[in-house]
């Protein structure tokens, strides 16, 4: 092989790291990075197969493993005949790390979508999560240094720029005059004019400040798009997992949003069979989804993570966990099957991707006219759904 391979697991954080990492060692030779995640033990599973597989078909690359798997469960990962070496994964955008010149990462270009990473790091205990291990205390960067980031992707054709985080909702809190997530996103519509589309990801509701609400509910520039770190619909297990949400104010969120904003998508993630979880408060998890109208769900079957809290709490059977996980995406899958159809006869202005598809506003999956170039942005009235995408 000649260039190097990055391959990454999970979240947004690692997908904008991994574009960064690809630039920065835009020079390296035979070189195999996996980006790893363990988030959830089937998140560590597939880390672990990720890396036995890059191996078959690299077999005399360096391979180097870095991320939260690298972190959380270094020895184990460490110990496997494939790697080689680890770096820390708050070294990871470090050119020293990896003897290569440079001070900084760079930018890498993008003719669609950019995810830039403006916040990383939690400051926050929920009994479940090890993420705070993998990436520690929160951190956030400077309004400028956001700025120059975007500015960088519109120079090469970026259309969208999607800002994520570990706890993106508290970026600011450890810069200087504690700014909320509202000032950042208004410095961004301000500074860059030529910006076609903002998108923010995950967010924890309770801290969406006044005028981050306001730049949702009226802003068009940033996308009718709202994904919640909601995890569960019983107020005893949001108490559990020492969230700081009860359902109630998810739905008041969504309420006031969905007034000023009817085409608001909501997305979500969702634990099933948390410990303690009883049928009553399954049924809860399940009814959120219709009371929110969740279109864009992520479920998660709880699995134990060394170190946690819940890890301790009585756990419920994996069977049944399994059960309820797939009893939440069928009831997810019916709303968003729903949604689409909802859609159908609407003119979307669409963001064009690589392999004849894209993204509506709602992020909506669209298939596209064969021919259409990736990064342009064309109005589409589809007239069915099919296989997931409307057509």
Request: charged content about 25%; proline content about 6%.
């Amino acid at each position: 092989m000649n260039a190097p391979r990055i391959i990454s697991l999970g979240c947004r954080m690692n997908i904008a790291e991994a574009e960064r990492m690809r630039a920065m060692l835009a020079g390296e030779r035979d070189l195999v990075v996996v980006n790893s995640c363990a988030v959830t033990a089937e998140a560590l599973r597939q880390t672990r197969q990720a890396i036995r597989r890059a191996r078959r078909e690299s077999p005399t690359a360096r391979l180097v493993v870095t991320g939260c798997a690298a972190e959380i469960d270094r020895a184990e990962i460490g110990a496997m005949d494939e790697v080689d070496a680890l770096v820390a994964n708050a070294a990871k955008l470090d050119p020293r790390a990896w003897n290569v010149g440079g001070e900084a990462a760079p930018v890498a270009p993008s003719r669609t979508r950019a995810f830039v990473a403006v916040q990383n790091g939690c400051d926050h205990a929920c009994t479940f999560c090890v993420i705070p291990q993998g990436r520690g205390a929160s951190r956030s960067l400077t309004v400028a240094e956001v700025l120059q980031q975007i500015d960088s992707h519109l120079a090469v054709g970026a259309k969208e720029i999607v800002l994520t985080g570990v706890d993106l909702t508290s970026w600011g809190h450890d810069l200087a005059g504690s700014p909320q997530l509202g000032t950042l996103v208004h410095a961004i519509l301000h500074e860059l004019c030529e910006l076609r589309r903002l998108r923010l990801s995950s967010m924890d509701g309770v801290e969406i400040d006044p005028l981050l609400f306001d730049l949702l509910a009226h802003e068009e520039r940033v996308m009718p798009h709202l994904h919640l770190s909601l995890q569960h619909g019983a107020d005893l297990m949001l108490k559990r997992m020492k969230r700081r949400h009860l359902r109630a104010d998810a739905v008041n969120l969504v309420s006031r949003l969905k007034a000023l904003r009817p085409d608001i998508a909501v997305g979500a993630d969702l634990i099933a069979g948390f410990p303690t979880e009883d049928e009553a408060h399954h049924a809860e998890n399940l009814s959120i989804i219709d009371e929110l109208d969740i279109v864009h769900a992520h479920v998660f079957p709880y699995s134990p993570r060394p170190g946690t809290p819940a890890a301790r709490m009585p756990q419920l059977p994996r069977a049944v966990v399994k059960a309820r996980a797939a009893a939440l995406r069928e009831r997810a899958a019916a709303r968003r099957a729903a949604w689409l159809e909802s859609l159908v006869g609407e003119t979307l202005p669409v963001l064009a991707e690589k392999g004849g598809t894209g993204y509506a506003p709602t992020y909506a999956p669209v298939a596209l006219p064969h021919g259409t170039a990736p990064g342009t942005i064309i109005d589409v009235t589809p007239n069915a759904v099919r296989e997931g995408l409307l057509a």
